[in-house]
Nanobody, 124 residues
Framework: QVQLVESGGGLVQPGGSLRLSCAAS????????IGWFRQAPGKEREGVSY????????YYADSVKGRFTISKDNAKNMVYLEMNSLKPEDTAVYYC?????????????????WGQGTRVTVSA
């Protein structure tokens, strides 16, 4: 059974950093795409970044480019999202999700499996 479990969220001051983790089970990372999405209150789910686990190709939304870094550890079946220079507008529930790698983007409809989310709050 495919499972994705996020962790690492919390409260952080503006300019601070957090590292989110996505633990995958029920399958081997092998050659998939793992995406990070976020949803702020009253807003639609937004794609943040994805990584193709087989080749390591990454992509970032403009809103996080240069501040967030996605990475993977295939041996541990883990994907990470390092978030630096956090802003109040980064406040949201963050989700990781699984998709087939071919032609993948940051459209949530492309992703078949989702974690339960971890909350990130950026506030002074």
């Amino acid at each position: 059974q495919v499972q994705l479990v996020e962790s690492g969220g919390g409260l952080v001051q503006p300019g601070g950093s957090l590292r989110l983790s996505c633990a995958a089970s029920g399958f081997s990372l092998g050659y998939f795409a793992i995406g990070w999405f976020r949803q702020a209150p009253g807003k639609e789910r937004e794609g943040v970044s994805y990584i193709v686990t087989g080749g390591g190709r990454t992509y970032y939304a403009d809103s996080v480019k240069g501040r967030f870094t996605i990475s993977k550890d295939n041996a541990k079946n883990m994907v990470y999202l390092e978030m630096n220079s956090l802003k109040p507008e980064d406040t949201a529930v963050y989700y990781c999700a699984l998709a087939a790698p071919h032609g993948v983007g940051l459209n949530p409809d492309e992703y078949s499996y989702w974690g339960q989310g971890t909350r990130v709050t950026v506030s002074a």
